[in-house]
């Protein structure tokens, strides 16, 4: 396995689940951090948990349906680290609802968020990672971006795109030495997956989802792959079912 000891990573949706985790797994391995999320205070807790693993740490709230933020963190970015060796993208939203009746505003918010933010952010950061001379960027998609089921078809249409996304960025970027990896669990317990529970009107069962760790894990064992193997696409699903 290769080293990522002092390379630097921007991680979104850092402030909770499995973008805490990576960001904790990360720090680990001595990685340089810089955490972007909604929550500052959250993101601030999370800072505090890695602050002794790794000899960087930065954090900043950002509304990533907002162009503006995009671009004025990316010129940031590029004045703490000068160059990104991980990108991960961890952000995401979801709304549940049949399609005759879910409002498509609804199909808009989850888009921006779970499809033109990661476009632009990567846009915006790949001179960044240009830099690094071998390259990583993680997009953590869901299962619902390999198939879709009822209700959750706004959800699984942004992360469908998503999955183009990082499928076509691949073939370009190759070649100059930069990995895409696509990430697909299933069911992860989290703040995010408690809320679709109470939106099913289901019990939540977090014990027999998959844990943020083992997504981490996954994450993390493929950024450390030596640089002449490439994983594409990974699907991660819970060994119980809930009921």
Not at 21 to 30: E, F, P, R, S, V
Not at 165 to 183: Q, T, Y
Request: one cysteine or more; proline letters at 4%; glycine letters at 6%.
């Amino acid at each position: 396995m290769s080293s990522i000891k002092n390379q630097n990573a921007v991680i979104t949706g850092a402030s909770s689940g499995i973008g805490e985790t990576i960001a904790l797994d990360l720090a680990a391995k001595g990685v340089n951090l810089f955490l972007l999320g909604r929550n500052i205070k959250a993101l601030q807790t999370v800072a505090g948990k890695v602050d002794q693993l790794t000899s960087q740490i930065h954090r900043c709230q950002i509304d990533l349906t907002q162009d503006a933020e995009i671009k004025n963190m990316s010129d940031y970015i590029r004045k703490i680290f000068g160059h990104i060796d991980i990108l991960i993208h961890s952000a995401g939203v979801i709304s549940l609802g049949k399609l005759e009746s879910a409002p498509v505003e609804d199909f808009d918010w989850q888009y921006k968020t779970n499809v033109r933010a990661p476009y632009f952010l990567t846009q915006a950061l790949l001179p960044l990672l240009r830099l690094s001379g071998f390259a990583q960027v993680v997009f953590i998609n869901s299962s619902a971006g390999v198939t879709a089921s009822a209700n959750v078809g706004q959800y699984a249409a942004t992360k469908h795109a998503l999955r183009a996304v990082a499928d076509s960025f691949r073939r370009e970027v190759n070649p100059e030495g930069i990995r895409v990896i696509s990430i697909f669990p299933g069911r992860t317990a989290s703040p995010m997956q408690e809320k679709i529970f109470r939106m099913e009107g289901r019990i939540y069962q977090p014990e027999v989802l998959l844990q943020p760790q083992d997504v981490a894990a996954v994450v993390i064992n493929s950024l450390c792959l030596p640089s002449s193997a490439e994983v594409t696409d990974i699907n991660i699903r819970p060994m119980c079912k809930s009921n």
